[in-house]
């Protein structure tokens, strides 16, 4: 099993930053791909960002590009987002998710285990 625990969540002003960060326990991490997820009040949750096991490919969603990076570090079995520029709009609870296999995906449905989240609310 494995237990991921997200921080880092917080208010901040439009334009700000706050880097979310994600500990893993219970199984090392360094086999798998990972990624933040978003989910705002009264919306599905929807893909962030995703990396490699390896850390060597990521992929952002559309509306993050430019502004969030996802990093990782397999030694501290930790995942990190820092966010950038942040907009009224990235409202919502923060998950990390973590995926079996080390090629990365975007579906929400191909992540296996999931963090119970951390609140960002980005006034304007």
């Known amino acids: 099993q494995v237990q991921l625990v997200e921080s880092g969540g917080g208010l901040v002003h439009a334009g700000g930053s706050l880097r979310l960060s994600c500990a893993a326990s219970?199984?090392?991490?360094?086999?798998?791909?990972m990624g933040w997820f978003r989910q705002a009040p009264g919306k599905e949750r929807e893909f962030v960002a995703a990396i490699r096991a390896s850390g060597s490919m990521t992929d952002y969603a559309d509306s993050v590009k430019g502004r969030f990076t996802i990093s990782r570090d397999n030694a501290k079995n930790t995942l990190y987002l820092q966010m950038n520029s942040l907009k009224p709009e990235d409202t919502a609870v923060y998950y990390c998710a973590a995926r079996t296999l080390p090629t990365l995906r975007v579906g929400p449905e191909e992540y296996d285990y999931w963090g119970h989240g951390t609140h960002v609310t980005v006034s304007s």
């Open positions: 219970g199984r090392t991490l360094s086999r798998y791909a």
